[in-house]
């Protein structure tokens, strides 16, 4: 691990693109080659190799991500669950060896994880016994996978089946996509890389585009569907098969995100034990940042999580395993729930939203203020009536002044209870100091309330204003956006709306219904009003977003800007990738 | 704005670190020469420059941030807000005109916000009527401020005062830091840029240490505060006038969030209307993304956002405004809650949380299957007991087990509400795909409340199962970390949980309290925690998480092998920076 070549020179950061592919290649070949020779003295198993290379290898070391990562975790996973044996045998030891590098090409600029979208055509010709593939338009490009770029000179490629003139849906071709002697993209073919991401630039991400590229009809993978010589569609016993690699890699994202998870809260927890910020008694010094509530909240539920989220991993890898062994016996039962599951955890994620004490502190000392009949500043006058007041539930109503003042009056009773949480601390021995900190989770919250009332109150006061001159289609608009945003921030609180005001379920199930009809209502509009914020395509800078919406071209052109893309051989190829594949590094 | 020299040649995410500050400084004094020009010709009004170099330009064609635009925002504002009328006959005239540029240094390595923690000193020399300013440590370091490595020649740095032996509070100074000829760092500066960062690469963020390093006394700014000659100390009015610059920022930003998320929108709507993904009615071509519902609700709420956003920003500065006007005339009274709501909305933002609407799908299924007595799969089969019995509300307590039984309730409560207005929508017309659509908000909140379910429950039994042979003080703290992580994510939902338990609101406040002594009670083992998941520095890779916890020593370390560090002046000072400041340009 220490030995020189596995380290950049300098650090990768301040390198251009290029730099950062070609010393990613660099490092990568570096690692695997000297891997490789350690397992081999132990007795090489290629098993061995294979799952060390997938799982342990990579992302500590290469920081920008690794572009043969994929060889191991998708590439040889897919030659195993889609091969026949006589193509595993063709394949899978060359594979294991790295005398083939490949990737795996599902995804096209127009369609990701919808798969009947996928527009790649693979046509059966009886005449040649091979099969056609094309990408009948741009949009069709594979577009994505990683180290297709410069990398791989092998891919399997996700396309749709045609034979007899019928469709057969979408299964997988092995396809050389590289000349093994001088890595040319083969005839037929246009190959790059997609440019510069925020993360991952040293994977190599890439597009692949095919004219008429034929291959032998014995490069489509058929261990579970086949194609026979004379053209015959056998069918998989389950269409979810083909899709396993994809599930395999939302499985595996569970467990990366653990991982990425228990290092940021490792990293986060240490420096909030080194950095020092903020008194809590004025007399003593700067305490260290983990000793404020409202920073332990931000970590410790992390640390928590972390741990958690690596148990519901573990967990759902069992029932990937378990799925795999009904899958050799034909039994596909569980491969729904498995599929759902794995779906579900890849998009759970989580976010906070913190509010400066700051302003919860300043929010206290005017409540006690208010508490003795003292007038308030504007922002917070509101208090006032609910110092004073005994105390009593805010009588609902789901219009947008009512809501707005149900913000003001949610924010009242929070402050009236966490001031007297702080006053019973400081009766139980803690000073007022000690006490506000202890109360920091509620002070942050009811600050951050506070604040969304204010925002609230404020879009609402502009829009009641411009509509006084507007036309009377553009108020109605207007008045639209204004009650969107407040449903949408009163349905962030329906907790508190619960407690403190009269809201009932009926009418919390009618804020619901409203909030959906507000969507449906904005959404024929919701173009003229981003065209009317009237940012000029040069401000916007987005190949995304741009007026003309021709969105394909612009990433398209976007990408051929790349430098890698000025040559169709990366001297990586000669410099390290043949020298590694050939067992010469 | 189509002339050539505004544009990149390539664009910059492909360059190294140091092109991206080259040609930005290139690119920023090309359109700032050009702006000044162009106003020249309309009778130059140098308010009128300043303001429309601060607000209009910059992030349009600078994309990493321009390093000029702290020398409008916040060096000229300081002048004007901090400077005497002598001081500002000296100085304000040469800034406008750009013949000095500067920065702002309040930022320390170790101190940010927390004023009265910073260290740099400034100490009254009554024999040579100097102040002497000191970095007493490295934390002292002056950290972050745009454009301090190698672009400006002058800043304001804020510190601590002394004279007579006596502490004077936090102070503002005039230091010249460059030769004016050959832009040298002049003797007793540590001069430098802090490295790469995410986004801002433009702005050549800097670090300034002090030794001993001498100005005159008249280099105090004196509008608020006065230093005279016998080193007496006279107070500003109010001590939170030399935070005002501070103030200004803040609302700023908040004008600076409206317009990102504006820009965002704009962008993500209108590729929503371009990007196909995935049916409604399985016999219609994919739909444009902006007809899932579940991504209106991404989309148009901010849309919303942006104008409530913008309108909020707007009354902040009607409310900076009117607290500068009473300034004039000495009345502060404003100021603490301007402080306090700016500080607020800077700190509020939002983020959402999303599950696969496949696993809505999925669980709609299984309770249609569960409601006719089907057996359901493992991670779903708690639905069974809610399908068979009829409706009641879920009996509450806060041990784990029954919390995280609680999340199983609240889900499987939302999806007999949510089947119930797909079928209502059904009946009333609609297609089962169409109904499913309408209904996608309440599928997918269910759908995140079922998968937080599962990880608690892998959390739960993964915890369990390790105590059975952890030791009894191990095993408490990982009952502990299960415990934060249930009541965590309970505290996200109390709303459900009002609704669809028994809970009662002094449950709630009771496992509030709970939540907060959990994080009491893990703090003592963070680092212990982090330190068992066992990374080694080489695979955490950071400066700031390191084990030895040498914080600040690393980041120095580091920031000093950025290329920029290694010459003391850059040539585009010669290139451009002299030129445009000699107008010559």
Request: with cysteine; net charge neutral; charged share 20%.
């Amino acid at each position: 691990m220490n030995q020189p070549e596995f380290r950049d020179s300098v650090p990768l950061h301040f390198a251009s693109h290029q730099e950062v592919y070609e010393e990613t290649i660099r490092k990568a070949t570096a690692i695997f080659s000297k891997t490789r020779e350690l397992l081999k003295k132990q007795g090489y198993d290629a098993n061995n190799f294979v799952n060390f290379m997938d799982i342990m290898l990579g992302d500590g070391f290469i920081r920008e991500v690794n572009p043969l990562r994929i060889h191991f975790s998708m590439f040889i996973p897919s030659i195993k669950a889609h091969g026949s044996a006589e193509q595993q045998d063709r394949w899978l030891q060359k594979a294991v060896n790295c005398e083939i590098i490949g990737s795996y090409a599902q995804t096209e600029l127009g369609h990701g994880t919808f798969l009947r979208g996928l527009e790649t055509t693979a046509t059966f010709d009886e005449d040649t016994d091979e099969i056609v593939i094309n990408s009948p338009r741009l949009s069709s490009y594979k577009w994505w996978p990683g180290a297709l770029g410069h990398t791989v000179n092998h891919c399997i490629v996700m396309a749709k089946l045609y034979s007899k003139g019928r469709y057969h849906g979408v299964n997988p071709f092995m396809v050389q996509i590289r000349d093994e002697e001088t890595h040319m993209p083969l005839s037929g073919l246009e190959i790059g890389e997609i440019g510069h991401k925020v993360g991952f630039n040293g994977v190599n991400n890439g597009f692949l585009g095919f004219k008429n590229f034929r291959i032998p009809r014995s490069n489509m993978l058929m261990k579970n569907a086949k194609l026979l010589r004379d053209g015959t569609y056998q069918k998989p016993i389950s269409s979810v098969l083909n899709y396993g690699t994809m599930v395999f890699v939302r499985v595996i994202i569970t467990r990366n995100m653990a991982q990425l998870l228990a290092k940021a809260a490792t990293i986060a927890v240490r420096y909030s034990c080194v950095r020092r910020q903020s008194v809590i008694d004025p007399n003593k010094p700067e305490v260290q940042v983990i000793d404020h509530q409202t920073q332990q909240v931000k970590l410790l539920p992390q640390i928590a999580k972390a741990i958690a989220l690596k148990a519901t991993a573990d967990n759902l890898w069992k029932m990937y395993e378990a799925t795999q062994v009904d899958l050799e016996t034909g039994n596909t039962d569980r491969l729904p729930e498995l599929h759902a599951m794995a779906c579900c955890l890849k998009a759970v994620s989580s976010a906070d939203t913190a509010a400066g004490v700051e302003t919860a502190r300043y929010l206290v000392k005017v409540w006690n203020q208010a508490l003795k009949g003292q007038r308030l500043m504007p922002t917070v006058r509101y208090l006032e009536q609910y110092a004073t007041n005994s105390v009593k539930r805010f009588a609902w109503s789901d219009s947008t002044p009512v809501i707005i003042e149900a913000f003001q009056a949610v924010t009242a009773n929070r402050l009236r209870l966490a001031n007297e949480h702080i006053q019973q601390r400081v009766k139980a021995g803690r000073t007022p100091q000690e006490a506000t900190n202890e109360t920091g989770l509620e002070l942050v919250r009811l600050a951050e309330i506070h604040c969304r009332g204010f925002i609230l109150q404020s879009a609402y006061a502009a829009i009641e204003q411009a509509c006084q001159t507007a036309s009377q289609p553009l108020g109605e608009v207007l008045r639209e956006i204004c009650r969107l945003v407040v449903y949408d921030e009163a349905l962030r609180i329906t907790g508190d709306l619960l407690r403190f005001t009269t809201m009932s379920d009926p009418d919390l199930v009618e804020l619901q219904r409203k909030y959906e009809a507000s969507l449906g209502a904005i959404r024929p509009n919701a173009v003229s009003i981003v065209d009317a914020f009237d940012y000029p395509d040069f401000i916007l800078g987005s190949t995304l977003g741009a007026y003309d919406g021709n969105v394909y071209e612009r990433l398209f052109e976007d990408a051929m800007k790349s430098p890698l893309n000025q040559e169709p051989v990366n001297r990586t190829f000669e410099l390290y990738l043949k020298p590694f594949m050939r067992g010469k590094l």
